[in-house]
T-cell receptor, first 108, second 113 residues
Framework: AQTVTQSQPEMSVQEAETVTLSCTYD???????LFWYKQPPSRQMILVIR??????QNATENRFSVNFQKAAKSFSLKISDSQLGDTAMYFC?????FGAGTRLTVKP | DGGITQSPKYLFRKEGQNVTLSCEQN?????MYWYRQDPGQGLRLIYY???????QKGDIAEGYSVSREKKESFPLTVTSAQKNPTAFYLC????????????FGEGSRLTVL
């Protein structure tokens, strides 16, 4: 089975600062999608950003961007100008599988 | 508005009882999924279905069963064989064309008393 690893169970960041969440995955496929999802306290899963593996360019969605290193099978999420509303669980996902998640707390 | 509806949101069950969680979608999506989430853990895949009348086991299928008689519906039954069923259950679907993006319901919290 495909595996997804998030090695940071918890992280915190000061409001307005930048934080990077790490994710690695394992696959022998060459074309696939990678995702970051956010789960706030409401527990509703929300798509943050998507990366297509055959695209060289890193995906960006407003304050959220990824650093996709295909050869290293690494897919980190960078959150710039962190806001209190970014406090949530963040999950990296690949091929129906999810990492264990990183609990991010944004401090005022 | 299109979406995925899970019911009930909260469910209590006595040990030894089977319980069925409902998942209905009006997004016209082919593929549907069931995940289990435990505190401090990620989502673990229970079952998935890519087409009506067909489904496959995920990583933790033991003690669970599903059916897919209609495109819109993918109910999950938690049987008495599931040793530790207390958890948060999420249903999801993937639309066409297949981007791989999962759309989620709001989840069902099952507690075994």
């Amino acid at each position: 089975a495909q595996t997804v690893t998030q090695s940071q169970p918890e992280m915190s960041v000061q409001e307005a600062e930048t934080v990077t969440l790490s994710c690695t995955y394992d696959t022998s496929e060459s074309n696939y999608y990678l995702f970051w999802y956010k789960q706030p306290p409401s527990r509703q899963m929300i798509l943050v950003i998507r990366q297509e593996a055959y695209k060289q360019q890193n995906a960006t969605e407003n304050r959220f961007s990824v650093n996709f290193q295909k050869a290293a099978k690494s897919f980190s999420l960078k959150i710039s100008d962190s806001q209190l509303g970014d406090t949530a669980m963040y999950f990296c996902a690949f091929s129906m599988r999810f990492g264990a998640g990183t609990r991010l707390t944004v401090k005022p | 508005d299109g979406g995925i509806t899970q019911s009930p949101k909260y469910l209590f069950r006595k040990e030894g009882q089977n319980v069925t969680l409902s998942c209905e979608q009006n997004l016209n999506h082919d593929a549907m999924y069931w995940y289990r989430q435990d505190p401090g853990q990620g989502l673990r895949l229970i079952y998935y279905s890519q087409i009506v009348n067909d489904f496959q086991k995920g990583d933790i299928a033991e003690g669970y069963s599903v059916s897919r008689e209609k495109k819109e519906s993918f109910p999950l039954t938690v049987t008495s064989a599931q040793k530790n069923p207390t958890a948060f259950y999420l249903c999801a679907s993937i639309g066409r064309p297949n981007t791989g993006e999962l759309f989620f319901g709001e989840g069902s919290r099952l507690t075994v008393l």
